[in-house]
């Protein structure tokens, strides 16, 4: 079974311009989130989507924006890029059930470069 | 409340020894914990996970400690190998979300 793929895995871009990063969750997971990793430190939570709705938002500017398709994918959007939203962006998946049993399940990431 | 801290920084072990990782918490929501390792370049991969209502939790050399009074929790990594030199990240999450709150990271390196 094919795991979680992203796209694109690297891209340089500009200073204000805009960008989308798209994720395809683990066939069968219905939950899609978020993750900034900027160059050496952990992971932060941007978005979790379940079912086509926000679950959960975490501290980012109103730039940051996505959306969970009806086939469960997603694309997180990135407006008026800044110097320092150079980072690693991951997606995530899982089975978020009742017990929050689910594991979650990192793509590689996309490689965003501000210049 | 939502921090998760983690230590050491960075970790040098001899082949064959054990690697201990640290990391406590304060947010008594947070019901699931796992750790992940990454390599340079790649996303993070679930290593082992526990839940508080478990002291401990072993998969292979792997080992998983758990505090739940102190709010502390411990990677173990028996027979360290030079393949298992990365970051390795704990973490936290609350109840039916899929927000985790990592640590900081530990980088391990294992030397022959």
């Known amino acids: 079974d094919a795991g979680v793929t992203q796209s694109p895995t690297h891209l340089i871009k500009t200073r204000g311009q805009q960008v989308t990063l798209r994720c395809s969750p683990i066939?069968?997971?219905?939950?899609v989130s978020w993750y900034q990793q900027v160059l050496g430190q952990g992971p932060q939570f941007i978005f979790q989507y379940y079912e086509k709705e926000e679950r959960g938002r975490g501290n980012f500017p109103d730039r940051f924006s996505a959306r969970q398709f009806p086939n469960y994918s997603s694309e997180l959007n990135v407006n008026a890029l800044l110097l320092g939203d150079s980072a690693l962006y991951l997606c995530?998946?899982?089975?978020?059930?009742?017990?929050?049993?689910?594991?979650?399940?990192f793509g590689e990431g996309s490689r965003l470069t501000v210049l | 409340q939502q921090q998760v801290k983690q230590s050491p920084q960075s970790l040098i072990v001899q082949k064959g020894g054990i690697s201990i990782i640290n990391c406590a918490y304060e947010?008594?929501?947070?019901?699931?914990f796992p750790w992940y390792q990454q390599f340079p370049g790649k996303g993070p991969a679930l290593l082992i996970a526990i839940r508080p209502d478990v002291s401990e939790k072993k998969e292979g050399r792997f080992t998983i400690s758990f505090n739940k009074s102190a709010k502390q929790f411990s990677l173990h990594i028996m027979d360290s190998q030079p393949g298992d030199s990365a970051t390795y990240f704990c973490a936290a999450r609350s109840y039916n979300t899929d927000k985790l709150i990592f640590g900081t990271g530990t980088r391990l390196q294992v030397f022959p």
């Open positions: 066939s069968g997971h219905k939950s």
């Open positions: 995530a998946s899982s089975h978020l059930r009742v017990r929050n049993t689910g594991e979650l399940f």
């Open positions: 947010n008594t929501a947070f019901d699931y």
